[in-house]
């Protein structure tokens, strides 16, 4: 199914806790969605996979090269399972410090269709005192039972020029 405990205790890349895996879209040969038990619904944003957590658990990976005084954001897509049990919830934090407050995620569409695509996510434009690795976790928090989909995680410097915009255009 892709659980990480049951692939030899990995999700490449990544540090976990909890029920977490990586969700094949389907297998060389196979039928599409076939094998994928956790994707129900929406388009896939990137590639043949995506990463989940289900019930209580994290996601972490230490990410290097953060420059003191620069700006930055991380971008991301989010899904939730359509299991009918509420909306599970999802906070980001990079450095221990959460950047993406802990927020609901209701399924894209109903189950069984695949055309919208996932939730686009940009956290708020943070900056780092020190230069160095940071770490980076998506935490869901405990007593949920929902699956979290999540799909091409991005760091991205931000230009303080990029970010004006001119009203009345």
């Known amino acids: 199914a892709g659980l990480a405990s049951g ?11 909890g029920n977490v895996g990586i969700n ?11 094998n994928a038990p956790f994707w129900d619904n929406g388009k896939v944003p990137h ?6 957590i289900q019930h209580q658990g ?3 990976q230490r990410v290097a090269g953060f420059e003191a005084g620069k700006r930055y954001q991380v971008c991301y897509f989010e899904n939730a399972r359509n299991t009918g049990e509420g909306a599970p919830s ?3 934090l990079v450095g221990g410090t959460c950047i993406v407050s802990s927020h609901e995620i209701a399924p894209a ?3 069984g269709s695949f055309d919208l695509p996932f939730y686009a996510v940009k956290s708020a434009v943070f900056s780092v005192a020190k230069s160095g690795a940071l770490e ?5 928090p405990p007593r949920e039972k929902t699956t979290i989909y999540l799909d091409q995680v991005t760091v991205v410097e931000v230009d303080a020029a990029a970010e004006l915009t001119v009203e009345g255009r």
């Open 24 to 34: 094949p879209l389907a297998k060389e040969g196979a039928p599409a969605k076939a």
């Open 90 to 92: 999802l906070e980001l």
């Open 136 to 140: 980076l976790e998506f935490r869901k």
């Open 7 to 17: 692939n030899g205790g990995k999700v490449s890349g990544w540090e976990y806790s």
């Open 58 to 60: 994290s996601l972490k």
């Open 109 to 111: 569409e109903g189950p």
């Open 47 to 52: 590639g043949k996979q995506f990463a989940f």
